[in-house]
């Protein structure tokens, strides 16, 4: 399957700075990524979509002025929290699919390997 | 997209078949059947999915009822790397253009004992 890369891998930070999440697709185009938080013992929960040249759209309750996402290229999404605090404190993972092309099923999503923001 | 009942856990023996049951009863006709699983600490990983046929890869079988209302993610000789949380997922199918996201629920934890 496709690869998609996240990094850094884990990252800790002060409280009040801020820190930015690369999500990339390897070896393909995705015109779409999705980040997801995930809490301990908990599910994923999808905070938003990444659409490439466009505002990212964002589910209900995540703040867009604090998990600002940018969406530049085909191959690139980046998540920065800004003003992290403890309880941003979480696993966030990406997710990136295929740029449909010719109308055909665009079928599976391929995840990132996730990054532990850890706020201190 | 239709929500999905999952046990929340279960046990398999090494070198055993592991049965992953899901119960979606209000899936539509234009949703499809995927599963997910995530290892501790890592991205989730796609293994499988379907619409109303039963499906085989290198992975896993899925068995999806003829009233599609549930369907089974078959392990055929579980090992000690499979143990993971296994999330059941429907969604409509995207012909493209779409922005389909994959909402997980709460999974099945699945530990494969030695």
């Known amino acids: 399957g496709a690869v998609v890369s996240q990094h850094p891998s884990w990252v800790i930070c002060k409280s009040g700075t801020s820190v930015k999440i690369e999500c990339r697709s390897l070896d393909f185009q995705a015109t779409t990524m999705f980040w997801y938080r995930q809490f301990p013992k908990q599910s994923l929960m999808l905070m938003a979509t990444s659409n490439e040249g466009s505002k990212a759209t964002y589910e209900q309750g995540v703040e867009k002025d604090k998990f600002l996402i940018n969406h530049a290229s085909l191959t690139l999404s980046t998540l920065t929290v800004t003003s992290a605090h403890p309880e941003d404190s979480s696993f966030y993972i990406c997710s990136a699919r295929e740029a449909p092309t010719g109308g055909g099923l665009n079928t599976e999503a391929f995840f990132g390997q996730g990054t532990r923001l850890t706020v201190v | 997209d239709a929500k999905t009942t999952q046990p929340p856990s279960m046990d398999c023996a090494e070198g055993r078949a592991a049965n992953l049951p899901c119960n979606h009863s209000?899936?539509?006709?234009?949703?499809?059947v995927y599963w997910y699983r995530q290892i501790h600490s890592q991205g989730p990983q796609y293994i499988i999915h379907g619409l109303k046929n039963n499906e085989t890869n290198e992975m896993a079988s899925l068995i999806i009822t003829e009233d599609r209302k549930s369907s089974t993610l078959i392990l055929p000789h579980a090992t000690l790397r499979d143990t993971a949380v296994y999330y059941c997922i429907v969604r409509v199918a995207d012909y493209g253009g779409a922005t389909n996201k994959l909402i997980f629920g709460t999974g099945t934890l699945l530990a494969v004992q030695p």
């Open positions: 209000t899936i539509s006709g234009n949703e499809y």
